[in-house]
């Protein structure tokens, strides 16, 4: 059974910082990662991306709501993907989730079960 298993979430104040992480039970190397986001009473939201790296570079791709605040990284080594999130506002709460999709076989895709995270004055 896949399992992805996020973690850092918490509370914290406008323009502080959280460290998301997310272990993966599965070897990720051939897999693009992704966090995704759900605030209550919203649909589920692309944050970052970051591809495989199969094909060179592991590019990313940021929500621009995020763009220059947060930062995806991975370690294929140790099969685990981060979310440096900085400058967090109110309008970063929300559930985050770890999201894995196959680079050959994209229907091969998994979810872990997300991690809180509070913005709050």
């Known amino acids: 059974q896949v399992q992805l298993v996020e973690s850092g979430g918490g509370l914290v104040q406008p323009g502080g910082t959280l460290r998301l992480s997310c272990a993966a039970s599965?070897?990720?190397?051939?897999?693009?990662m992704g966090w995704y986001r759900q605030a209550p009473g919203k649909q589920r939201e692309l944050v970052a991306t970051i591809s495989s790296g199969i094909t060179g570079g592991g590019s990313t791709n940021y929500a621009d709501s995020v763009k220059g605040r947060f930062t995806i990284s991975r370690d294929n080594g140790k099969n685990m993907v981060y979310l440096q999130m900085n400058s967090l506002t109110p309008g970063d709460t929300a559930v985050y989730y770890c999201n894995a999709k196959n680079t050959v076989f994209p229907q091969n895709e998994y979810w872990g079960q997300g991690t809180h995270v509070t913005v709050f004055s």
């Open positions: 599965i070897v990720i190397s051939t897999f693009a």
